[in-house]
């Protein structure tokens, strides 16, 4: 592969992302780093700040913003992603309950969080869920297994049970509209089951190439 300057010797490689506290201010004066497992990946450009917890083998994608500067905390769970331009930001002192804790965002295990999506607190994902592309899930509770499509917008402090399906450009702002979807359709189900599994592969094979993962003898394995 050819970088920038013409030399056979694998790409360019500008590695940088942004991981720091959270700016003390009046809304939240408290500076909280946040706490990333040593197996979870952030791509480049990715901004974190403030009290964020990122579980093992999670996938960031470049440009990712997840910013607990204002509402806080947020918490990530294992084996999920946030791919390219995904946004998660907070409203001060909203917060909703999961394992008897507060959180301004939460997301589960084996989450999808596909390209452009914008979660924004208060807000709760449960396990296996898939938000698509520039989706937005605001003020809202989604239940595990759930199918938010591309374009859904699901505000207003909305419900969705457990393997609720929410159509392409549906705007699910009462809780009557979140009462009457219908399930994940086995065709979305095996999409979303299929991009968690390349998901899932992306943590260790891009630690490898930007060549996070060494071994003792100091070289990438």
Known sequence: ????????????????????????????????????????????????????????????????????????????????????????????????????????????????????????GPCRVDDDVFIGFKAIVYNAIIGAGSFISSGAVVTNGVEIAPNSFVPPGANIDTQEKANNLATVPNTEEEFAKAVQQVNQEFPAAYSLYFGKTKCSCGLAC
């Open 1 to 120: 592969m050819w970088n920038y300057q013409g030399y056979q010797n694998g790409p360019y490689n500008l590695y940088c992302y942004y991981v720091g506290y959270n700016p003390p201010t009046s809304v939240n004066p408290y500076p909280r780093f946040p706490s990333i497992d040593r197996s979870a990946f952030l791509s480049p450009f990715t901004f974190v700040v403030g009290d964020v917890t990122i579980q093992n083998n999670t996938y960031v994608g470049p440009f990712v913003s997840i910013r607990a500067d204002e509402g806080t905390p947020f918490f990530i769970g294992s084996n999920s992603n946030l791919q390219d331009g995904v946004i998660l930001h907070g409203l001060k002192n909203k917060y909703f309950e999961k394992n008897s804790r507060k959180y301004s965002i939460y997301i589960g295990d084996r989450v999808s969080c596909a390209h452009g999506a914008l979660v924004h």
